[in-house]
């Protein structure tokens, strides 16, 4: 992977979604478009519903796609925080920048990122602990675009 390609995914991610960053016009009926972008990079985050939700991040270098990642996920439970899961994807890493951190704990809860496969092929999952009960899961999978 290259370390600038993970530098920017990072602070893409940072900067739309996890940072509640402002949104575009939607691509799609009802859909939330947050797109972010430095020089020739492009990034936008495309995804449908709330509670229960589906959704592709992909990038771009001169308007031309290379990556690409989709994910669909749902809240398990009343107990499932979106600050919680929000301060988890804060803290992506550059290693592993495709959703949060490999595990990342603050009081009651607990967040889990498994990750298969490289920046090029992967596939993972994405869960949200409360008192050790499953309360949000995500999976998601990408990798590159030709």
Known sequence: MDKNIAEFLVRAKKATFAGEGT????????????????GDLKYIDTYLGG???????????DNA???SMNYIG??????????????ALL???????????LQYADG??????????????F?????????????YELVFHGGDVK
């Open 23 to 38: 949104k575009m016009e939607p691509s799609r009926p009802n859909s939330k478009d947050l797109q972010y972008a430095e």
């Open 51 to 61: 509670a229960n939700f589906a959704g592709q991040e992909a990038l771009w270098r």
């Open 65 to 67: 796609p290379f990556w």
């Open 74 to 87: 749902r809240a398990l439970s009343e107990s499932f925080s979106i600050k919680f899961l929000t301060e």
């Open 91 to 101: 803290l992506v890493p550059e290693e592993y920048p495709y959703r949060g951190p």
């Open 108 to 121: 009651d809860y607990s967040y889990k990122c498994t990750v298969d496969g490289d920046f090029h092929w």
């Open 123 to 135: 596939s993972g999952l994405e869960e949200i602990f409360y008192k050790n009960t499953k309360v």
